[in-house]
């Protein structure tokens, strides 16, 4: 099985059970691959959204029914969960809608939002809604990195043997300085 068969029969699915976990990377690749004419992009983008959306859902629903009793067996979470905590007392719609674009709380918030008594309702909507901004946002910011890097690789393309001269030229540079200065005698 080639590449693009790999990507065009699993890259929907990829997307979506990275997603459900945490999965700004893997819907940057889908945008780019998307931009490459692997994948669709509305298709990538409701992947993302669904996976984000139903891990979120499940953290929640953790929290709300196991909340405090997870959360004492998790000792690096203790220490963001005062920070989320304070942050959700201030913030709530605010948080609920953007944490996903919170490096490092992405897992543990939607846990504590379950666990600090929201209700279902309303977090399900403003989660819904900021999954699909931020579905949109990763997902188009992918398919441009890929716009960026297709012209970047045109570019190099023209200076290619340039650049080869170029580390050719400093990987003998530093094997001559190891011969001759830096080996042991």
Known sequence: MSLE???????????????????????????????R????????????FA????????????????????????????AKSVQVLELLRRHQVPLILGFRFLYGLRTITPFLIGA?????????ILNAAG???WALAIGIAGYVLGQALQTLLEEIKR??????????????????????VDRPR
Do not use: N
Request: hydrophobic share 50%.
């Open 5 to 35: 068969q790999l990507v065009a029969t699993y890259g929907y699915a990829a997307i979506l059970i990275g997603t459900f976990f945490e999965g700004e990377t893997i819907l940057v690749v889908g945008g780019f691959l998307a931009h």
């Open 37 to 48: 004419g692997y994948l669709e992009l509305p298709w990538v983008i409701a992947c993302a």
């Open 159 to 180: 200076y290619e043997l340039w650049i080869l001269a170029a580390i050719a030229g400093t990987g003998a540079a530093v094997w001559v300085r190891y011969w001759w």
């Open 116 to 124: 600090s008594g929201v209700a279902p309702l309303r977090y399900t």
């Open 51 to 78: 996976g984000t959306l139903l891990g979120d859902q499940l953290y929640f629903y953790l929290g709300r029914s196991k909340g405090m009793e997870l959360l004492e067996r998790r000792p690096r979470w203790q």
């Open 131 to 133: 999954s699909a901004v």
